[in-house]
């Protein structure tokens, strides 16, 4: 019997995934990339070479051999606090502790099935894409709560549930790094992106803050939710057509218990808001700075514990009225579920600490990045180009390595620099690359929830499979890729108009260019 000859996407999809499957696990990942680190340092010592630091005019730096008796010494004296002082450790540490009552209580879950529940008939596209979006403040319970949860209501308004599924996929995962609020990913990413910085200029990274892109990641949830709509209801759902199988769910909505614990939560969060609010507004409020101001203040250097309690206090009020948390005991093991949840981060953690460590500490990011950007100058590629470029590489390392984290612990050492040189900001630097890692995530098989994806969209078509759900969510990839970017490139565009009575910056004090 002849086979079926495979066109050349499905093809390029089976090569992804044989690639990818190829690759060790990132904990083993990091374990090599920091070996290699310490071999090159010692490859690339004894050359000689050197470079002018970019900070520091007449300063020469050369690459440190961590292989002689210092670096040696060196490697042993610091793998305990390279594990510790690995930048996300703690604060996503602390943000899930807050984040993880709120979903484990099932408040999370409530939010969203309430939202969607209550919009109407002709919004309901809308409303799946944008629940999906905002459900990244509650990390990844939006891949669990919201796929099967669009695929049971659009089948219950007589859709294909599959177009309702995708919609839901496509906020939660290719518009990940979009929201209304600062999420787990902020902090997480933040932390890199003033560590790389700082390489080349400590003062500057002094002064950045978690909250870097806010600005642009707001304005995104409204382009993003118009964005995935259309893509479901022009492109996706027309090519899947009507659906033929058997629909046996009922819609389930919310209960009394349930709504009783959302106001009483809403409550508890209107509260939370206020108190904050007294915190920042006042002119000589305690939270601000020195000057009065809030971007260098007390109060934005505290972003993690206020995020953390902000969903706290919310999760701890409706677990007690749903009475999911009766006694001190359940939260503390409510917050014991989410740390051993957290057990792979914190391995990871450990290796990827080693390698950003002795990455800075041999001084190659810092020599890469000044090679890299005068390459890059030579070939003329700067501008738009260059972000275009940089937006194109990352999102093809997202096929083939899941983890935003892992990925930006890799290329933020390398990246950042390159673009201060070029004179583009380490908060543009970490933007563009949150485009490229968000719009890519739904099309690769090796993204943590691609299997359980496919796993909801088999109860209602057996024969789905891997290249099945990848040539559905495809257009959402592609479309969103295309559209961000070009919204990040009209928003750095901005930066040039002299008529604007404001700086267009991607978040609080935090420009577009960086200035030497």
């Given at each position: ?7 050349l ?21 990091f ?37 002689n008796?210092e ?20 604060v ?21 099935r ?5 919009v ?23 891949y ?6 669009g ?8 859709r ?13 995962s ?36 978690i909250a ?6 707001f ?22 057509g ?6 046996t ?13 959302l ?8 509260i939370g ?6 915190l ?22 505290s ?5 953390a ?6 999760g ?9 948390i ?8 409510q ?10 981060f ?9 390698f ?17 950007a ?21 999102g093809?390392i ?9 990925k ?17 900001s380490?908060?543009?630097?970490q ?21 359980i ?12 499979g ?44 935090s420009?577009?260019?960086y200035?030497?």
């Amino acid at each position: 019997m002849e086979k079926t000859r495979k066109g050349l996407f499905q093809r390029f999809l089976d090569g992804v995934e044989h690639l990818g499957n190829k690759l060790p696990h990132p904990v083993t990942l990091f374990a090599i990339l920091a070996l290699a680190v310490l071999a090159l340092s010692a490859i690339i010592s004894a050359t000689g070479v050197s470079v002018e630091h970019p900070g520091e005019e007449g300063e020469m730096v050369e690459v440190s051999n961590l292989l002689n008796a210092e670096g040696i010494q060196y490697i042993f004296e610091s793998m305990v606090e390279n594990f510790i002082g690995f930048a996300p450790l703690g604060v996503v540490l602390a943000t899930m502790l807050g984040i993880g009552i709120a979903e484990r209580t099932g408040l999370i879950s409530a939010c969203l099935r309430g939202f969607v529940l209550s919009v109407p008939k002709k919004l309901v596209t809308l409303g799946l894409v944008f629940a999906g979006i905002m459900s990244s403040v509650a990390s990844d319970a939006g891949y669990v709560v919201l796929p099967p949860l669009g695929a049971v209501i659009f089948a219950a308004l007589g859709r294909h549930p599959l177009a309702g599924l995708a919609a839901a996929f496509a906020g939660v995962s290719a518009g990940f790094s979009a929201n209304l609020f600062l999420s787990a990913t902020d902090p997480m990413l933040g932390e890199l992106t003033i560590d790389a910085a700082s390489v080349v200029d400590p003062a500057y990274a002094e002064g950045m803050n978690i909250a870097m892109n806010y600005y642009f990641i707001f304005a995104s949830v409204f382009l993003l939710t118009f964005v995935g709509a259309w893509v479901t209801e022009r492109i996706v759902e027309p090519r899947l057509g009507k659906y033929t199988g058997e629909y046996t769910e009922d819609l389930k909505g919310l209960d009394a218990i349930e709504k009783k614990g959302l106001i009483a939560a809403g409550i508890a969060l209107f509260i939370g808001l206020i108190a904050t609010a007294l915190l920042i507004v006042p002119p000589n409020a305690i939270m601000r700075g020195e000057d009065g101001s809030i971007v260098q203040s007390p109060f934005m250097s505290s972003l993690v514990p206020i995020i953390a309690l902000l969903f706290f206090i919310p999760g701890l009020v409706y677990g007690k009225v749903t009475k999911n948390i009766r006694n001190d005991k359940d939260v503390a093991e409510q917050l014991s579920d989410t740390m051993a949840s957290m057990g792979m981060f914190i391995v990871l953690a450990f290796t990827a600490g080693q390698f950003v460590a002795y990455f800075t500490e041999s001084n190659m990011g810092l020599v890469l990045g000044v090679f890299g950007a005068q390459f890059l100058e030579s070939i003329n590629l700067s501008g738009i180009p260059l972000i275009i470029m940089f937006i194109l590489v990352a999102g093809f390392i997202n096929l083939f390595i899941g983890s935003a984290s892992a990925k930006w612990a890799m290329m933020a050492p390398v990246f950042v620099p390159i673009m201060m040189q070029l004179g583009y900001s380490p908060e543009l630097t970490q933007m563009a690359y949150r485009v490229a890692d968000s719009a890519t995530n739904i099309i690769t098989p090796l993204m943590t929830y691609f299997a359980i994806i496919i796993a909801f969209a088999q109860k209602y078509d057996k024969k789905m499979g891997i290249g099945t759900l990848i040539s559905v969510m495809f257009p959402y990839s592609i479309v969103f890729l295309v559209t961000w970017t070009i919204f990040l490139i009209l928003w750095m565009s901005l930066g040039s108009l002299d008529f604007l009575p404001f700086e267009p910056n991607l978040g609080p004090g935090s420009p577009i260019h960086y200035e030497k």
